[in-house]
């Protein structure tokens, strides 16, 4: 039975592991997405059905896959199995959990069945572009590092109908998130901003898609033809919260902060528990403490007043997404603005004490704490410390390119006011190695060794530089 379990396709072969989400967050999204986009329910119904087995629920796990069926017979009563196929793997797995091995067997069997009739093969292994979809989707509300192999997903699913418009929704999406991970705002082609063209052009009543165009189109400076796409969609989804929180992001990322706040407490009105939402109205009034703070004669009781807010918004935020780890650092940033340094110290402990950071988590962890270093407690030698931990970490990413321009500008700053001594630049050697640039990094060593001739660290960085070209 365990051996034609792992044949099937379905959320519990799929290896969405339970420690890379909030469970009781992700929970909360599925439900709001139920209440507001029902042409979905079926793959809502599914994962939900998944999340409340992971939360030892079966029951309700098995309730869930009713209502899938339920949608299955109510919108595509001539493809009840090809449907289905899903569902019974997921009911197969949760009757096995439960101990209830015949009727786990009965839904493998009804899988198998409809297999050979569906498509000519024996075993569960179902390479219908639904499913390929399905499995997409349920990937990327697992975290970043599913967008990948969700993109390959909808790939798979579009060879066989490339103009569906939820494959090309789904492919869109996933290009776009994964675009977002690696910051390539900069960047004047972008591969997300014509697959979401085409999904808009495939489904133009769906104003999420057209918002995210908007935030493309913001990305490649092209700021008043994706204003154009908020402006138009704004009327037809008013009261749709997962476009207004797209709709609130653009105007917040062109300045326009009060409006942003304006919009996001209308959709934080119809889903008031979403971290998202809290999440960006925090952005918001940090934005707008940042904007006073430059001004001359600010009134100090408004700043303090919105300092307050944004931390009360973070602090809902890491109540509920304990995995999010850019909301304990905005959480943490606040308490220093507020000059509640110790507060902020034993946020970034805690996150420096756990185990399970990616490398880009990592990493902007060590951008957070470098800053609070440098600006906040004026330590430029734990500044310089922590930007150089997220150097040593190769992954490319923007909290590592910032930590880099960082490092570099202080130790320049040094070199300028007569502070270059042996340490500033085998400092920056150092730097140079690990950012690839080897020639730099011998010139620094070079003037390091002639400062301190004697130091045997940088004697043997320049030695393997040198064999190393």
Not at 314 to 338: E, N, S
Request: charged letters at 30%; glycine letters at 4%.
């Amino acid at each position: 039975l365990k051996a034609s379990l792992l044949q099937l396709e379905c959320h519990f072969t799929w290896t969405l592991m339970e420690q890379d989400v909030d469970l009781d967050d992700l929970e909360e999204t599925i439900v709001n997405q139920i209440k507001f986009f029902t042409e979905s329910n079926l793959k809502n119904y599914n994962h939900l059905s998944y999340i409340y087995h992971l939360k030892n629920s079966n029951e309700e796990a098995l309730r869930n896959l009713q209502k899938a069926e339920e949608v299955v017979q109510k919108h595509h009563p001539d493809e009840i199995a090809r449907r289905s196929l899903v569902i019974w793997g997921n009911y197969a797995w949760i009757y096995y959990h439960m101990k209830q091995y015949e009727k786990a067997q009965t839904y493998v069997s009804k899988v198998e069945n409809s297999c050979k009739k569906l498509l000519n093969t024996a075993h569960g292994k179902i390479c219908l572009p639904e499913v390929y979809a399905e499995q997409g989707w349920a990937l990327l509300r697992f975290g970043g590092k599913y967008f990948e192999k969700a993109k390959n997903c909808f790939e798979n699913a579009l060879k066989d109908e490339p103009n569906n418009p939820d494959f090309n929704a789904g492919y869109a999406t996933a290009l776009y998130r994964l675009e977002g991970l690696a910051w390539r705002h900069s960047e004047e082609t972008s591969s997300a901003f014509e697959a979401l063209q085409r999904a808009v052009e495939l489904n133009p009543k769906d104003t999420c898609l057209m918002a995210l165009l908007a935030l493309k189109l913001q990305d490649l400076k092209r700021v008043d033809e994706g204003e154009r796409y908020i402006e138009r969609a704004m009327p037809k989804t008013p009261d749709l919260p997962y476009f207004l929180r797209y709709a609130a992001k653009f105007y917040r990322r062109k300045e326009e902060l009060w409006k942003a706040v304006k919009i996001l407490k209308k959709a934080l009105e119809l889903t008031p528990k979403s971290s998202f939402l809290h999440h960006q109205l925090g952005i918001c009034y940090r934005g707008i403490v940042f904007k006073w703070k430059k001004t001359k004669n600010a009134p100090q009781d408004q700043v303090e007043e919105f300092i307050q807010l944004a931390i009360f918004h973070f602090k809902i935020v890491i109540g509920q997404r304990t995995t999010f780890i850019g909301a304990h650092t905005d959480l943490a940033g606040m308490y220093a603005l507020d000059r509640r340094y110790e507060e902020a110290e034993k946020i970034f402990q805690e996150l420096f004490h756990r185990n399970n950071l990616s490398c880009v988590e990592k990493q902007n962890l060590y951008l957070s704490y470098g800053n609070f270093q440098r600006f906040n407690m004026k330590s430029e030698s734990k500044a310089i410390k922590y930007y150089i931990e997220a150097l040593k970490i190769e992954e490319d990413s923007y909290a590592r390119n910032k930590c880099s321009e960082a490092v570099q500008s202080l130790l320049r700053q040094k070199i300028e006011r007569g502070l270059g001594d042996a340490t500033v630049f085998g400092t920056l050697g150092l730097i140079h190695n690990l950012n690839g640039k080897k020639q730099e990094a011998i010139e620094c060593y070079e003037k390091a060794i002639a400062l301190d001739s004697n130091n045997e660290e940088y004697l043997n960085a320049l030695w393997d530089l040198r064999l190393s070209i």
